[in-house]
């Protein structure tokens, strides 16, 4: 969503891009430079995105991190998949975030080895893409081996119940009986609710009778539906 204002200003979206460069250049604080990157960066031409580019080596980190955050959701920012992967592999949690984000989207390629890396050394702190970017790892048992491992030393609540989800998703004969031991006596509703939904693609039998008995409703109305 467009963000109307920023800290209180309004982000200039009916100046032109001669404009916004012109003002961008000109900024004297960073409540103005941020709202001139935000307008430029919805733009998404030629001109807009050459005018945030060199921004990313300015000596000022807050700007070089600010346009980092938006210069991504322009279109002509794939060339800059060198430099995504680059901060993905920082100790800057700040960088981390927003380059998260932009792999989120599925726009960029990244190696999977670089991903489980900084996922393994940051988990605790990503959020919001948290998902999305489990989503984009390729489904093999290496990726699925990892998602285990996350599951398993994550305290995370929301972050268990996301991975339960995926490790669901990318489940196959082989591999669900695993998972489903993984989940059937799990605390959380949610993630025992994707113990359920294995039984039922897989047809355990003992699985479907213990869980038509679980405390959550949901799940018992789930089960009970299948049968």
């Keep these: 969503m467009k963000p109307e204002m920023i800290n209180g200003i ?11 460069i012109d003002r961008l250049h000109a900024a004297a604080d960073m409540s103005c430079f941020s709202v001139c990157c935000t307008a430029l960066s919805y733009k998404d031409d030629v001109e807009a995105y050459e005018a945030l580019l060199p921004y990313l080596s300015d000596n000022d980190y807050h700007k070089r991190l600010y346009v980092f955050g ?3 959701r322009m279109s002509y920012a794939i060339k800059l998949n060198d430099e995504l992967q680059e901060a993905l592999l920082t100790d800057d949690i700040h960088f981390i975030l927003r380059a998260l984000e932009a792999y989120s989207s599925g726009k960029f390629c990244i190696h999977d080895e670089i991903i489980r890396a900084c996922f393994l050394n940051n988990h605790e702190q990503i959020d919001a893409c948290y998902y999305a970017c489990l989503q984009q790892l390729s489904p ?5 081996e990892f998602f285990k491992l996350l599951f398993n030393i994550s305290n995370n609540i929301s972050h268990r119940i996301a991975l339960a989800e995926v490790i669901t998703e990318r489940a196959t004969q082989i591999t669900f009986y695993e998972l489903l031991d993984l989940f059937l006596d799990d605390s959380a509703e949610k993630i025992r609710y994707q113990a359920a939904k294995l039984a039922i693609r897989f047809c355990d039998t003992d699985a479907l009778k213990k869980l038509s008995n679980d405390t959550d409703g949901h799940i018992r109305k789930l089960i009970n539906k299948s049968l």
């Design 70 to 72: 938006v210069i991504f």
């Design 10 to 20: 309004i982000v200039p979206y009916n100046l032109s891009t001669k404009q916004l």
């Design 140 to 144: 093999t048992q290496e990726n699925l």
